[in-house]
Structure formats: structure tokens, C-alpha cells
């Protein structure tokens, strides 16, 4: 068994009439049961890349695995695969297709052909996992969109995947349904799922992932352990979308306090700065 | 974006009544309005109000502003029927309210037109109570079980749950744009609203192609196989009170009809 869920083996992929290829030669590697966040500018491939993943765009050339087995574009084996990794869209309207919550939620079991009773079950356990028992019945246009938000999700968690990938879940959300995703994404992580989340938001990506992947027009230019990409990350004076908000407070002291470790949050932050204190 | 009567449907006071008692005793309404005479129809479009109104808790100024728009095209419609024109005054006597002579003929209202006017508007008055208690009470997704239980063609169902989730997506697309479109000046004159409606239903076909592609994607990501089918949790609970009213309210109407008939 590798260790490793998801791998891209240089993947060429271009839209049509575009002048230049979107992927090109990705190469990337996706930790097994790991919380990892794929970063990078707009344009730079990341939701081909999510397309992809799913079996949604067949790469020009390049091979996609999980688990060590090549992605095919027959049918049968799109359709494992579609059970082993789940996709949310950016945008919940995108992807809710049905009259009502419970509804949405039954639409992909139905699809992998379960029998009613089986569908019934897993439905009422998702709506209870993702605390959506009171909306079973509501009509999706009076959900409010961190609401749309929670049962796209719960739609995709139903299947039970390996892989969740998630294209951009803060956009357009307040901070309190963000935090309240964060939540019921920790809570998938601890099921066992493997999360792959891409975003902008890099104060979010340094507080939350374990793993970073970044990519520059097509390519992957970092990985690894947070602390460690981000690391990397500051010395490129070139990578545009910044620093977090965190490491930037934190690398101003650093000079002045070189044995202060990386916070990775702000309850960690002044823990370390009160030690700190302490121990002078 | 929320369409109000969408809304009632699903949050009204019978939301709970299995949809096929609702729609059983609608379509038994419908049947009387067509065969039973004006006083017993407005009977019926009272009682249909009641249900509405009182027993569904529909709010009474909505319910009227429905019933109005039906009034309005009704009465637009009475002239005819009501008033007729003839050239010789011999045979009007006895079937004119009033007449006054014009163009050397004579134009009058008719009894037997102004009965015929009542007549054809109450029927229509009493079934359309009867169907916008359908539409004010029964959800779409409970009239698509409904007809997938009768043996409707899937097709048909799987079309119409369809266009039910994009109605609420265009129409939310559609008020976006107004609403950037008003922002920037938009719809101030005769001529910028000509543009701007050119332009809002240019972007609505160029957008509505754009979500048909977004929307392949995402049924293809959940394992779409060519059939839409969904499972919905039933909740309904059967009510012997409604049940009995209506039963017991349908026999009088029915009883009224023969009386009217055995003695009009």
C-alpha cells in the first residue's frame, strides 16, 4: 500500500482553443488521512487539476492514481472512482440538483444503484452527521448559502470517499459559517477521509492543513509540511498571494526572538509569547 | 430567491396532510364546480376560502390579490356574454334590462347573457379556488411523487423537477442583473429600458449556457447514469378531522345541488 492516495505523473492538459496548456507536467503527491491544501494564483490549474482528479477531463497525456491503480475512462471504472473521491464545487448552486435537502443528498447513492432502504438509511445518517435533520424537507432555494454550502458537502459525504476535494469552500461564506465548515471538516478528517482543499485564503491554509502543495502556471513548485512550504514560500519573492497573516507577525519577531517557534494559531501565538515573558 | 407561492407551499398550516388527500379532495372540487349550478359554485368558492385561508393559514391579502387578477380577466370577459346588439326591437322585451338605440338598432343587456356571465365566472371563480388550493398547499416535489405513484412517465417527472430547480436559479440570475443594471442607471428612460432588457436576456441565454455546462460536470461528479432518481423522507401525517370535514362538506354541496335542481 503506498502511502500516498492521489498521484499525478506528468500531466499535460489543455482546453480547447487555448494558446497554451493549463497542466503542464504536473507531478504531484497527496498524503493518505492528511489534511492538505492546495495553493496558487488564478489560472494556475488548480480546479483543472480537481477535474481531473474526478475523472471529469481526461488529461492529454500524464497518468492520474489512487491508490497505486491508473485512472481509466471506461465507465464501470469512472464510477469507482467517482465513489472513492468526492467533488464540491466552488459554487453549491453548481452542484445541488434536486427539489429538496434529503433529496440532493440521495441523489448520488441512488446513482450507485442502492436499493431504497439502503439509500433511506444512509440519507437520515447524513442528515443527522451534518445536523441537517430540520431542513430534510426544505426546498434548496430557501437555504441560505452557508446552508447550500453544508448539504453540497453532506451530498458528497454521503458516498463515504476517500477523498474529499474541496475547490474554494470559504468563498462567499461570513466568518461564523466558515468557522462552522472548519468544523464539519475537521470532523470528516477525523472519519478518515483524506481532505484536499483549494484555495486563496492563506491564513485559513496555515491554520488548517497539514500538508501544502503549491502550484505556478500549471506546475507544482512546493510541497510538504506547513511550516516547512511556508518557509519556503518567503524566500521566493515572487510568489504572489503573500504570507499569512500569523507567519508575517511571527517572522518580525523572529529576528529579535530567534528560539520562538511558528505559531500555527493565535490561542498558540500568545502561549508562546507569554512563555516567553516567563522565562526572561 | 424565493417565489411566494413556492414559499406557502411548503411552510402552510396543511404542509403535514399526505398530498394525495389534498389533491383528491382539489380534483373532487373541480369536478363539482363543473357540474353543479352558480349558487352552489358560490358556496363552494366560499368553502374553498375557508380551507385556504383559515385552515391552510394562507394570508388572506395574498390569497386576494390571486383571486383578484382571476376577477379582473373575468369581468373583461362579461361584456360579451352580457351585452348584444340587434337591428329589429320586437323580440328584446322580455330579455333586456335596459337597451339604448344605436346605429338604428338596439344595444342591450341581456338576462339571459348576464346569467350565462354569472354563470360561466362562478364556475370559473370556484374551480380556480380550488386549484390554487393545490398550488398554495401541495409542494412540487409532492406533486412529482404523486404522479410518480400514479405511473406518470419518468421522463416527464424527471423534466419538470428539473426546470422547478432552474426556474428559482434563473429567476435569481435574472434579478441579479436587473439590479446591476438599475444600479448603473438601467431602466431610466423608455429607450435604456428597451437596452437594458435586450441586454439582461442576452446574458440570461449566454449565462443559462454556461450553468448547463457547470451543471453536466456536477451530475457527471455524482455518478449521474442517465436517469435522474432521488429518495425523499415521507412525513406525512393523515388527518380524520380534514377528512371528515371535507367528506361531510362535499355531501351538502351535493345535496344543495339536487335540491337547486328539483326546484329551479
Same mark, same amino acid.
Given at each position: 500500500?503506498?502511502?500516498?492516495?492521489?498521484?499525478?505523473?506528468?500531466?499535460?492538459?489543455?482546453?480547447?482553443?487555448?494558446?497554451?496548456?493549463?497542466?503542464?507536467?504536473?507531478?504531484?503527491?497527496?498524503?493518505?488521512?492528511?489534511?492538505?491544501?492546495?495553493?496558487?494564483?488564478?489560472?494556475?490549474?488548480?480546479?483543472?487539476?480537481?477535474?481531473?482528479?474526478?475523472?471529469?477531463?481526461?488529461?492529454?497525456?500524464?497518468?492520474?492514481?489512487?491508490?497505486?491503480?491508473?485512472?481509466?475512462?471506461?465507465?464501470?471504472?469512472?464510477?469507482?472512482?467517482?465513489?472513492?473521491?468526492?467533488?464540491?464545487?466552488?459554487?453549491?448552486?453548481?452542484?445541488?440538483?434536486?427539489?429538496?435537502? !434529503?433529496?440532493?443528498?440521495?441523489?448520488?447513492?441512488?446513482?450507485?444503484?442502492?436499493? $431504497?432502504? #439502503?439509500?433511506? %438509511?444512509?440519507? /437520515? &445518517?447524513?442528515?443527522?452527521?451534518?445536523?441537517?435533520?430540520?431542513?430534510?424537507?426544505?426546498?434548496?432555494?430557501?437555504?441560505?448559502?452557508?446552508?447550500?454550502?453544508?448539504?453540497?458537502?453532506?451530498?458528497?459525504?454521503?458516498?463515504?470517499?476517500?477523498?474529499?476535494?474541496?475547490?474554494?469552500?470559504?468563498?462567499?461564506?461570513?466568518?461564523?459559517?466558515?468557522?462552522?465548515?472548519?468544523?464539519?471538516?475537521?470532523?470528516?478528517?477525523?472519519?478518515?477521509?483524506?481532505?484536499?482543499?483549494?484555495?486563496?485564503?492563506?491564513?485559513?491554509?496555515?491554520?488548517? !492543513?497539514?500538508?501544502?502543495?503549491?502550484?505556478?502556471?500549471?506546475?507544482?513548485?512546493? $510541497?510538504? #509540511?506547513?511550516? %516547512?512550504?511556508? /518557509? &519556503?514560500?518567503?524566500?521566493?519573492?515572487?510568489?504572489a498571494l503573500g504570507m499569512p497573516i500569523l507567519w508575517q507577525m511571527w517572522s518580525r519577531l523572529a529576528d529579535r526572538m530567534p528560539h520562538l517557534p511558528a505559531p500555527r494559531s493565535i490561542d498558540e501565538f500568545t502561549t508562546y509569547l507569554e512563555k516567553d515573558r516567563f522565562n526572561n | 430567491m424565493h417565489i411566494q407561492i413556492d414559499t406557502l407551499a411548503y411552510s402552510n398550516r396543511l404542509r403535514h396532510l399526505p398530498p394525495a388527500q389534498k389533491l383528491c379532495f382539489a380534483i373532487a372540487m373541480?369536478?363539482?364546480?363543473?357540474?353543479?349550478?352558480?349558487?352552489?359554485?358560490?358556496?363552494?368558492?366560499?368553502?374553498?376560502?375557508?380551507?385556504?385561508?383559515?385552515?391552510?393559514?394562507?394570508?388572506?391579502?395574498?390569497?386576494?390579490?390571486?383571486?383578484?387578477?382571476?376577477?379582473?380577466?373575468?369581468?373583461?370577459?362579461?361584456?360579451?356574454?352580457?351585452?348584444?346588439?340587434?337591428?329589429?326591437?320586437?323580440?328584446?322585451?322580455?330579455?333586456?334590462?335596459?337597451?339604448?338605440?344605436?346605429?338604428?338598432?338596439?344595444?342591450?343587456?341581456?338576462?339571459?347573457?348576464?346569467?350565462?356571465?354569472?354563470?360561466?365566472?362562478?364556475?370559473?371563480?370556484?374551480?380556480?379556488?380550488?386549484?390554487?388550493?393545490?398550488?398554495?398547499?401541495?409542494?412540487?416535489?409532492?406533486?412529482?411523487?404523486?404522479?410518480?405513484?400514479?405511473?406518470?412517465?419518468?421522463?416527464?417527472?424527471?423534466?419538470?423537477?428539473?426546470?422547478?430547480?432552474?426556474?428559482?436559479?434563473?429567476?435569481?440570475?435574472?434579478?441579479?442583473?436587473?439590479?446591476?443594471?438599475?444600479?448603473?442607471?438601467?431602466?431610466?428612460?423608455?429607450?435604456?429600458?428597451?437596452?437594458?432588457?435586450?441586454?439582461?436576456?442576452?446574458?440570461?441565454?449566454?449565462?443559462?449556457?454556461?450553468?448547463?455546462?457547470?451543471?453536466?460536470?456536477?451530475?457527471?461528479?455524482?455518478g449521474f447514469n442517465g436517469e435522474f432518481r432521488f429518495w425523499q423522507p415521507v412525513a406525512y401525517r393523515y388527518s380524520w378531522r380534514y377528512a371528515t370535514e371535507s367528506i361531510f362538506g362535499c355531501t351538502i354541496l351535493i345535496i344543495g345541488e339536487i335540491l337547486y335542481r328539483s326546484y329551479v
Open positions: 500500500m503506498s502511502e500516498y492516495l492521489l498521484e499525478f505523473k506528468d500531466v499535460y492538459y489543455s482546453y480547447p482553443m487555448a494558446t497554451s496548456p493549463t497542466l503542464q507536467g504536473l507531478n504531484l503527491r497527496l498524503p493518505k488521512y492528511k489534511k492538505t491544501a492546495l495553493i496558487g494564483q488564478n489560472g494556475c490549474g488548480k480546479s483543472t487539476m480537481f477535474l481531473i482528479a474526478d475523472g471529469l477531463a481526461k488529461p492529454d497525456r500524464g497518468v492520474v492514481m489512487l491508490d497505486n491503480i491508473p485512472l481509466t475512462f471506461d465507465r464501470a471504472a469512472l464510477k469507482r472512482w467517482r465513489q472513492r473521491v468526492g467533488l464540491v464545487f466552488q459554487d453549491p448552486e453548481q452542484q445541488l440538483v434536486a427539489p429538496t435537502v !434529503a433529496a440532493d443528498i440521495s441523489y448520488g447513492l441512488c446513482n450507485q444503484g442502492l436499493s $431504497e432502504a #439502503e439509500v433511506a %438509511a444512509k440519507v /437520515t &445518517q447524513t442528515l443527522r452527521d451534518f445536523n441537517l435533520e430540520a431542513l430534510a424537507m426544505s426546498p434548496l432555494q430557501h437555504l441560505s448559502l452557508g446552508q447550500k454550502k453544508r448539504v453540497s458537502i453532506a451530498g458528497v459525504m454521503a458516498l463515504q470517499p476517500d477523498l474529499l476535494l474541496l475547490d474554494e469552500p470559504t468563498a462567499y461564506l461570513d466568518p461564523v459559517q466558515t468557522r462552522n465548515l472548519l468544523i464539519e471538516l475537521e470532523a470528516i478528517a477525523k472519519l478518515g477521509t483524506t481532505l484536499l482543499i483549494a484555495t486563496h485564503d492563506l491564513d485559513f491554509v496555515y491554520q488548517w !492543513a497539514d500538508w501544502v502543495l503549491v502550484m505556478e502556471q500549471g506546475k507544482l513548485i512546493a $510541497e510538504g #509540511e506547513t511550516i %516547512a512550504v511556508f /518557509t &519556503q514560500l518567503q524566500s521566493m519573492p515572487d510568489f | 373541480l369536478l363539482l364546480a363543473l357540474v353543479t349550478h352558480y349558487p352552489i359554485q358560490l358556496a363552494m368558492l366560499v368553502w374553498m376560502s375557508v380551507w385556504i385561508v383559515f385552515h391552510a393559514g394562507i394570508p388572506c391579502r395574498i390569497y386576494a390579490a390571486m383571486m383578484l387578477g382571476v376577477m379582473t380577466f373575468l369581468v373583461t370577459g362579461m361584456p360579451a356574454l352580457a351585452i348584444e346588439y340587434t337591428s329589429s326591437s320586437a323580440d328584446i322585451h322580455a330579455d333586456a334590462w335596459g337597451q339604448i338605440s344605436v346605429w338604428g338598432g338596439q344595444l342591450y343587456l341581456s338576462r339571459q347573457g348576464t346569467f350565462q356571465a354569472i354563470s360561466a365566472s362562478m364556475r370559473s371563480l370556484a374551480s380556480t379556488s380550488a386549484l390554487f388550493f393545490i398550488i398554495l398547499t401541495i409542494p412540487a416535489i409532492d406533486l412529482a411523487s404523486l404522479c410518480q405513484k400514479i405511473g406518470c412517465p419518468p421522463i416527464l417527472i424527471e423534466l419538470s423537477l428539473l426546470v422547478y430547480r432552474f426556474i428559482f436559479l434563473l429567476a435569481d440570475t435574472a434579478q441579479k442583473i436587473t439590479t446591476a443594471q438599475i444600479s448603473r442607471g438601467g431602466y431610466r428612460t423608455h429607450r435604456l429600458r428597451i437596452n437594458s432588457l435586450n441586454l439582461l436576456v442576452r446574458q440570461l441565454i449566454q449565462r443559462t449556457a454556461s450553468r448547463y455546462q457547470q451543471s453536466i460536470l456536477s451530475i457527471n461528479a455524482r
